[in-house]
Each structure stands twice: as C-alpha cells, then as structure tokens.
C-alpha cells in the first residue's frame, strides 16, 4: 500500500471500511504522506493508516 505519486509527493488513499460509514462521510481518505521517497511512502502508509484505525473508537479532540 505504498498510496500515489502526485507531483513529486506520494499520498494515501484508502476505502472507508464499511463499518465507520455511518460516523464518516467520504468513501475514501486521502492524504498527504509528505515523501517523494517509495519506500519511506510504503512505511508510512501502514503507520498512518493503523493510527486512523487505532483512533476512530476515541472521540474526537476537536468536538464540543
């Protein structure tokens, strides 16, 4: 899962799993990895995408 090369940059882009679409709008998460390197892209797509995992059971900081 190493994402896309746009520009020079590499970015994730994953399927919102089936069981968070009803707390999530998009049917895809896409973001910036901020690499223009495969293999940093490649590592850095499974951390982030494990820590999106890890914290969609936690309440967002951000709500009020």
Do not use: N
Not at 3 to 22: E, F
Not at 41 to 52: F, G, N, S, T, Y
């Amino acid at each position: 899962m190493p994402g896309y090369l746009r520009g020079a940059t590499y970015h994730l882009k994953r399927r919102v799993p089936t069981r968070y679409a009803k707390v999530e709008r998009r049917t895809f998460i896409k973001m910036s990895l901020k690499t223009d390197s495969l293999g940093v892209a490649r590592h850095k797509a499974e951390e982030v995408w494990d820590q999106l995992l890890a914290h969609s059971g936690r309440p967002c900081s951000r709500a009020i």
